[in-house]
């Protein structure tokens, strides 16, 4: 089954404690995204990759880190986490740019304490 | 931000009904998408129309495209129940590597 799978789907965690919210997808997508879903304001794109080792920003890239080492896995990072972070994460994948659709992850809750 | 907006933010029908919803955007586009996404899940894709076409079908939903106005609208028609979700519509940069999604619209059909 074609699927984007993000781990974990929560997590509580204190401020500057460092993690990483895994994503993975099984459909060889070139492309892959991060974004942020907070109340009134819609999904944000935090980070993007159109391929492996090829990584740019989004809108609100600022306290993320990402990374494309393989064309399958696209973890996001949070080096020291703030609670202004604290918001419901989706992974996307789709085999190129915007001219196909998106395929998301079923989401990952963080709350930073 | 280059952030869209839907329009309204929140609709409530009857089942049986049309549901209209409007998407604005700020940029020029090479194409525009539109989501559903139910309570708590990831976002599901309904339909892409690209900045050449003006109207789409594809079952009970159709979409329109205005890119003068910079606008697009959603229209399910004979809603069912099942339909209750929030509907974001989503635009391409002008490169087609980011993407700009909007605020969204609450549907709420009543059974």
């Known amino acids: 089954e074609a699927q984007v799978t993000q781990n974990p789907r929560y997590l509580i965690t204190v401020t500057g404690k460092k993690l990483t919210v895994t994503c993975s997808q099984n459909m060889n997508h070139e492309y892959m995204s991060w974004y942020r879903q907070d109340p009134g304001l819609g999904l944000r794109q935090i980070y993007y990759s159109m391929n492996v080792e ?8 600022e306290g993320y880190k990402v990374s494309r080492k393989e064309k ?3 973890p996001l990072i949070l080096e020291s986490p703030s609670p202004n972070q604290t918001s419901l994460y989706f992974c996307a994948s789709t085999s190129r740019d915007g001219s196909q659709p998106q395929h998301f ?7 930073i304490l | 931000s280059q952030q869209g907006e839907e329009d309204p933010q929140a609709l409530s029908i009857q089942e049986g009904e049309n549901a209209t919803m409007n998407c604005s955007y700020k940029t020029s586009i090479n ?3 539109w989501y559903r996404q139910n309570s708590g899940r990831g976002l599901v894709h309904l339909i892409l129309i690209r900045s050449n076409e003006r109207e789409k079908h594809s079952g009970r939903l159709r979409v329109t495209l205005d890119t003068s106005k910079k606008s697009s609208s959603l229209l399910i028609t004979a ?8 509907y974001f519509c989503a635009t391409d940069s002008n490169t087609g590597n980011q993407f700009y999604f909007g605020t969204g619209t609450s549907l709420t059909v009543i059974p």
Do not use: E, I
């Open chain 1, 54 to 61: 090829v990584t740019d920003k989004g809108d609100v890239p």
């Open chain 1, 72 to 74: 399958r896995n696209f």
């Open chain 1, 105 to 111: 992850g079923d989401g990952t809750r963080l709350s």
């Open chain 2, 31 to 33: 194409n525009l998408q």
């Open chain 2, 79 to 86: 809603s069912r129940a099942a339909d209750t979700a929030s």
